[in-house]
Structure formats: structure tokens, C-alpha cells
Nanobody, 116 residues
Framework: QVQLVESGGGLVQAGGSLTLSCAAS????????MAWFRQAPGKEREVVSI???????WYAESVKGRFTISRDNAKKTVYLQMNSLKPEDTAVYYC??????????WGQGTQVTVSS
């Protein structure tokens, strides 16, 4: 059974930090590109950061310099370290994986709330 399970969300004050984790099972994790998406209330889902199977990374401009994505293939886990959090980072964060062009494996999401 292919599964992604996020954890690490919560309530934090502006300027604070959180680290999200996404544990994978049932898939060849090392061959997947992994991404973090987020969806704020009333807004469309947006991609936050991507890490390729080769370890290459990409960040949305809104989080560049504040967020860091990483992966541990031995633990089948992808992380998102979030620093200097802002109220506009408040959203449900999802991890997703793909081997082809489409992200076809999704987690259930974890809520991140940043208070001002």
C-alpha cells in the first residue's frame, strides 16, 4: 500500500520555526521526486518546494531563503524545515511524490498556523 504520512505541523508565532516530515511507505522512495505543497483557506494549492531523486532542489520565491527541503532515502522521509515563519505561511501542507510528470502520491496534509 502506497502511503505518505505528514507530521510536524502546529501553531507557531511569527518568526518561529517548524519542521515537517513526510514518511513514505510502499514505494521505491529513492526514485521519486518529492514536493511540498500548501493550500490556504480560499486559495488554490501551490507548490512550495521540490527535491528531485538526485537531490536537486527548487523553492517558490515566497519561501526562498526561509525554507529548506531535504530527504533521507534510508528513512524514506522528506523534510521541510521552515524558519522565519510568517502569518501568510498559514496553510495545510501536503507532501507528494512522482516518478513521471504527474504527482500521483499524496499525503493527507498537516496544518501549519502562524500567529501574528
Amino acid at each position: 500500500q502506497v502511503q505518505l504520512v505528514e507530521s510536524g505541523g502546529g501553531l507557531v508565532q511569527a518568526g518561529g520555526s517548524l519542521t515537517l516530515s513526510c514518511a513514505a511507505s510502499g514505494l521505491t522512495f529513492s526514485s521519486y521526486a518529492m514536493a511540498w505543497f500548501r493550500q490556504a483557506p480560499g486559495k488554490e494549492r501551490e507548490v512550495v518546494s521540490i527535491i528531485g531523486s538526485d537531490g536537486s532542489t527548487w523553492y517558490a520565491e515566497s519561501v526562498k531563503g526561509r525554507f529548506t527541503i531535504s530527504r533521507d532515502n534510508a528513512k524514506k522521509t522528506v523534510y521541510l524545515q521552515m524558519n522565519s515563519l510568517k502569518p501568510e505561511d498559514t496553510a495545510v501542507y501536503y507532501c507528494a511524490g512522482r516518478r513521471t510528470l504527474r504527482y500521483d502520491v499524496w499525503g493527507q496534509g498537516t496544518q501549519v498556523t502562524v500567529s501574528s
